[in-house]
């Protein structure tokens, strides 16, 4: 079950569970879309993959108690800035190499 986590690890934006500029990789790490294509370049700081848009979880429940309500989102923030200059070093080596094939 995903945690729907409730910031941006690096800016703090907001990223209710209805927001469709969540981006997450396969951790969960969770960035907003604007940190992901600007600062990180699709490479996640903490394990190096890249990064989809985060599925947002119902918020009716439509079938079999399948719902927000019943899987409320994380509401504690993962907060931990990435130092550019650092992130920078650590992603050029593997920028130009597709998420998939890292």
Same mark, same amino acid.
């Given at each position: 079950?995903?945690?729907? +986590?409730?910031?941006?690890?690096? @800016?703090?934006?907001?990223? #209710?569970?209805?927001?469709?500029?969540?981006? $997450? @990789?396969? *951790?969960?790490?969770?960035?907003? =879309?604007? @940190?992901?294509?600007?600062?990180? +370049?699709?490479?996640?700081?903490? @394990?190096?993959?890249?990064?989809?848009?985060?599925?947002?979880?119902?918020? +009716?429940?439509?079938?079999?108690?399948? *719902?927000?309500?019943?899987?409320? =989102? +994380?509401?504690?923030?993962? *907060?931990?800035?990435?130092?550019?200059?650092?992130?920078?070093?650590?992603? =050029?080596?593997?920028? =130009? $190499?597709? #998420?998939?094939?890292?």
């Amino acid at each position: 079950m995903l945690e729907l +986590r409730p910031s941006c690890e690096h @800016c703090d934006k907001a990223l #209710p569970p209805h927001a469709t500029d969540a981006r $997450i @990789c396969s *951790y969960e790490c969770t960035f907003c =879309a604007d @940190c992901v294509d600007g600062l990180l +370049r699709n490479v996640c700081p903490n @394990c190096g993959g890249g990064f989809m848009p985060r599925p947002v979880r119902p918020a +009716r429940n439509w079938k079999g108690d399948n *719902y927000l309500g019943k899987d409320p =989102a +994380r509401t504690a923030p993962k *907060y931990r800035p990435v130092d550019p200059a650092a992130h920078a070093a650590f992603a =050029a080596a593997i920028v =130009a $190499i597709p #998420p998939q094939e890292r």
